[in-house]
């Protein structure tokens, strides 16, 4: 079957085609994924704003499918299913996409799927190393999430435990804004943290020693393990203060010289990667997951993805990374999360609408 993904959740306007091959043990590829970023257009706001998100996915989407139509070399009528991300995200970008979908799969007689958008975060990493080991332990790791899966059969996603605050990307993109770096703050960090020493600036790990009080309630939570142990739980905020208060103890940012702004640098992703890789490995240990998987804008950054593949190797657990062109927002991962759906025999359906927050079952 050839499927066509549609990702609008955000700010990328993004289409792809992918298809099934028959393999099970590789069950897609992907034919064409192409992304058309707003990043120019949310650039001077220092964030994306959401309703000018809106207008530009309502600009790019068809001049986005049919690039991915064309490059795939398909037409109309070879396109067995659409598929499109249902949330979350923000609702006025996800309605450009649910509602082209609809229109298309009306228009020319074609079932159309809803997905989740972090389902599709985790189908990414099958769609580049095929069907991976299960139970898997995903973490996905993005501007709006960072939460922890349980994968104990294909297409089944069960919420483990997720930030109790800001999420991953979301700290690297308010202190890229605090070291006047600009939008969005993941690459830059990223990229200056490779001239910065990681010790430089003394930053706190997170601690968890209350319960959460913004705990999931527990109907949202399937869970084997107890969060309040903090097995699976992220905390971010404190670290992006800690970054703002050692900013203030150097006499601010417009103090610093390059090669202290490249520490800060250093100095904050050691700690945000240290804790993301720290918690993800305990917690698959303790769910006795055979595998790892790291999924999500945030599995972009260098040294997330180095250093989580070595650790796994040290502890003789897999991890599995995506390619940059599939961890950042894409609709390759859609379409994948789509024919997981279809393969688990869900019907299709144009009974639903943009939902800005959905839990994933
Ligand atoms: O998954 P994604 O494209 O969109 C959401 O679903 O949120 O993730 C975007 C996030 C942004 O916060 C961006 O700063 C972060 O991923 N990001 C990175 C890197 N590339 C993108 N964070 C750290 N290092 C990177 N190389
Ligand atoms: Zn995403």
Request: glycine share 10%; charged share 20%.
């Amino acid at each position: 079957m050839i499927a066509l993904g549609i990702e609008t959740s955000c700010d990328e306007t993004a289409a792809a085609v992918v298809e099934t091959t028959g393999e099970p043990s590789v069950p897609w590829r992907v034919r064409s994924n192409i992304i058309a970023s707003q990043t120019r257009t949310h650039e001077p706001f220092g964030g994306v704003v959401p309703e000018l998100a809106s207008r530009q996915h309502i600009r790019d989407i068809c001049g986005v499918v049919t690039q991915a139509l064309e490059r795939a070399g398909v037409a109309w009528p070879d396109v067995g299913a659409i598929a499109v991300t249902q949330g979350p995200g923000l609702v006025g970008s996800l309605l450009v996409g649910v509602s082209f979908a609809k229109a298309a799969g009306t228009a020319r007689h074609i079932p159309v799927m809803p997905v989740h958008h972090l389902a599709g975060h985790i189908e990414s990493l099958v769609l580049e190393h095929g069907e991976i080991p299960l139970p898997a332990a995903v973490l996905v790791v993005s501007g709006g999430h960072t939460s922890l899966y349980l994968v104990p059969e294909p297409g089944q996603y069960r919420l483990m435990g997720r930030t109790r605050d800001d999420a991953a990307g979301e700290a690297y993109d308010k202190v890229a804004r605090l070291l006047g770096l600009g939008y969005p703050g993941g690459p830059v960090i990223d990229r200056l943290a490779q001239g910065g020493r990681d010790d430089a600036v003394p930053l706190p790990r997170p601690k968890f020693t209350h319960p959460d009080r913004n705990r999931l309630p527990d109907e949202l939570i399937r869970s084997t393990v107890d969060l309040t142990r903090g097995v699976a739980e992220f905390s971010f905020s404190g670290l992006k203060t800690a970054v703002l208060r050692r900013l203030d103890d150097a006499g601010g940012v417009d103090a610093l010289s390059p090669q202290v702004v490249a520490d800060f640098c250093a100095s904050f992703q050691r700690v945000v990667v240290e804790s993301l890789i720290d918690q993800t490995l305990l917690a698959a240990q303790v769910l006795g997951a055979r595998c790892v998987g790291v999924a999500g804008g945030v599995s972009a950054n260098s040294r997330l993805r180095r250093e989580a593949v070595a650790r796994g190797q040290r502890e003789g657990l897999p991890v599995f990374v995506p390619p940059l062109s599939l961890a950042t927002d894409n609709a390759a991962m859609i379409a994948a999360a789509g024919l997981r759906k279809f393969s688990r025999g869900v019907p299709a359906t144009l009974e639903f609408s943009a939902c800005a927050t959905i839990p994933i079952f």
